[in-house]
C-alpha cells in the first residue's frame, strides 16, 4: 500500500525553435530509498477518449488526434524509471472513470504504482471536482491517496533526501464553464500557504514542481487565465530557490533558461521549466509568439521527458517516441541544482 501523501491564436504549421543552451507533510516513496542516483519520466497530455484511433503522426501539429499513448507507455515500461511524473490532462475527454479505465489504465497504468500526477483541466471537468480522476489514483470515494487530498489535488513527497517533488493543482479560475469548482492559488489562498509551508519544511533540498498550466509558453495557451494565476506559484518556488517545474497543456515540448518568477533570465538562480505535452494525445501551436528565454520549441514530436537526479544535480533528455512519421526531436543536458546544501 502506498502511504499517504499531503502532501491566442492556434497557428496550424509545425514549428521548431532551437537556441544554443544546455545540450499537510510531506512522506517518502513508498519504495526503499533507491540511492543517491533516481530515474523520472515526464509527459503530459495522455491517452484519449477509450476506442478513439488516432491518424500516424506526420510531424504537423494540428492535425486529428495521433492517439499514441500506447508507444509511449511502452517508452516508460522499457525505461523503467523509479518515478513518472505526468503534469495533467492525463485522460481525455472528461477524466471519468470509465474513460480512465478504458484508454489510460490499458496503457499507463502499468506503472500506476510509480505515477504521480498532477490534475489538468480535463479532470477537472468531471464534476465535481475531478470526480473520476480521484476515484483511479486515490480509490473510489476515498478521501485522500496517492493524488493528494480528494477536492484539493495538491500534495508533496521526497523522492529520497535530496529530491522533493511539489505536485499544485492549476485549475486556479474557472475559465471553462466545465470547470466549476476551481481550486485558488493566488497569494493567501489555502494552496498558496500551504506552498509556502512546505517550501519552509524542505529547505535546503532539491525541489521540483509539477503543475497543468504553463506561466511561460511558445504554445497557443500564452496568457491564459489559470496559466497566469500560477505566477503566485513561481513566486514561492524562485523565494525558495527551486530547481525545475514541469507543465504541459501546450502539446508540445519546450525548454527554457533559469529564470525569475517575471521571466528575467536568471542563470544562477532561475528555476528552469519544462513543458511536456508530449505524452500521445495530439500535438499544437504553436503560439502568436516565441516566449523569452525558450531555449528550444517544438511541437512536431511525441516521447517521454527523462531526468536523472544526482544529489546536487540533475541530466535530462528527451526521448522521441518510436513511430511511423514521429517527429526528430533531440534534446539533452545537465545542470546544477539550485539548493546544494544537503549533505552527502
Not at 519504495?31 to 477509450?50: E, I
Not at 491564459?224 to 496559466?227: L, V
Given at each position: 500500500m502506498r502511504p499517504h501523501r499531503l502532501l491566442a491564436a492556434v497557428c496550424?504549421?509545425?514549428?521548431?525553435?532551437?537556441?544554443?543552451?544546455?545540450?499537510?507533510?510531506?512522506?517518502?516513496?513508498?519504495?526503499?530509498?533507491?540511492?543517491?542516483?533516481?530515474?523520472?519520466?515526464?509527459?503530459?497530455?495522455?491517452?484519449?477518449?477509450?476506442?478513439?484511433?488516432?491518424?500516424?503522426p506526420?510531424?504537423?501539429?494540428?492535425?486529428?488526434?495521433?492517439c499514441v499513448q500506447g508507444s509511449t507507455a511502452r517508452q516508460i515500461e522499457q525505461l523503467n524509471p523509479n518515478a513518472v511524473l505526468i503534469p495533467g490532462d492525463i485522460q481525455y475527454q472528461f477524466g471519468r472513470l470509465s474513460e480512465f479505465m478504458g484508454s489510460f489504465d490499458p496503457t499507463w497504468g502499468a506503472f500506476k504504482a510509480k505515477i504521480y500526477p498532477a490534475a489538468g483541466n480535463h479532470e477537472w471537468y468531471d464534476s465535481p471536482n475531478g470526480k473520476g480522476y480521484f476515484d483511479y489514483f486515490d480509490g473510489i470515494g476515498a478521501p485522500n491517496g496517492p493524488a493528494g487530498p480528494r477536492d484539493q489535488g495538491y500534495y508533496s513527497v521526497d523522492l529520497n533526501r535530496y529530491w522533493h517533488v511539489v505536485t499544485l493543482n492549476s485549475n486556479?479560475?474557472?475559465?471553462?464553464?466545465?470547470?466549476?469548482?476551481?481550486?485558488?492559488?493566488?497569494?493567501?489562498?489555502?494552496?498558496?500557504?500551504?506552498?509556502?509551508?512546505d517550501l519552509a519544511a524542505h529547505k535546503g533540498m532539491c525541489i521540483i514542481a509539477q503543475w497543468h498550466h504553463p506561466l511561460f509558453t511558445s504554445g497557443p495557451n500564452q496568457g491564459?487565465?489559470?496559466?497566469l494565476a500560477t505566477r503566485s506559484f513561481w513566486a514561492d518556488l524562485y523565494g525558495a530557490h527551486a530547481t525545475l517545474i514541469f507543465n504541459g497543456h501546450d502539446?508540445?515540448?519546450?525548454?527554457?533558461?533559469p529564470q525569475s518568477d517575471t521571466g528575467a533570465l536568471d542563470p544562477e538562480n532561475g528555476i528552469r521549466e519544462f513543458v511536456v505535452g508530449t505524452g500521445g494525445k495530439s500535438l499544437f501551436g504553436?503560439?502568436?509568439?516565441?516566449a523569452d528565454n525558450s531555449e528550444l520549441y517544438d511541437n512536431t514530436t511525441f516521447g517521454v521527458l527523462t531526468v536523472t537526479l544526482h544529489p546536487h544535480s540533475y541530466q535530462w533528455n528527451f526521448l522521441?517516441?518510436?513511430?511511423?512519421?514521429?517527429?526528430?526531436?533531440?534534446?539533452?543536458?545537465?545542470?546544477?541544482c539550485n539548493s546544494p546544501e544537503m549533505g552527502e
Open positions: 496550424s504549421v509545425a514549428l521548431v525553435f532551437l537556441a544554443v543552451g544546455s545540450s499537510a507533510s510531506a512522506r517518502p516513496l513508498d519504495r526503499p530509498d533507491q540511492g543517491p542516483t533516481l530515474t523520472l519520466a515526464v509527459a503530459g497530455d495522455v491517452a484519449c477518449t477509450p476506442g478513439e484511433v488516432g491518424v500516424p506526420d510531424g504537423k501539429a494540428n492535425g486529428p488526434d495521433n486556479c479560475t474557472s475559465d471553462n464553464p466545465l470547470i466549476v469548482a476551481p481550486v485558488p492559488c493566488g497569494p493567501g489562498s489555502p494552496q498558496e500557504r500551504w506552498l509556502r509551508a491564459g487565465p489559470n496559466d502539446h508540445g515540448y519546450e525548454r527554457f533558461a504553436p503560439g502568436p509568439f516565441h522521441r517516441a518510436p513511430i511511423s512519421g514521429n517527429g526528430v526531436l533531440t534534446d539533452s543536458g545537465s545542470a546544477p
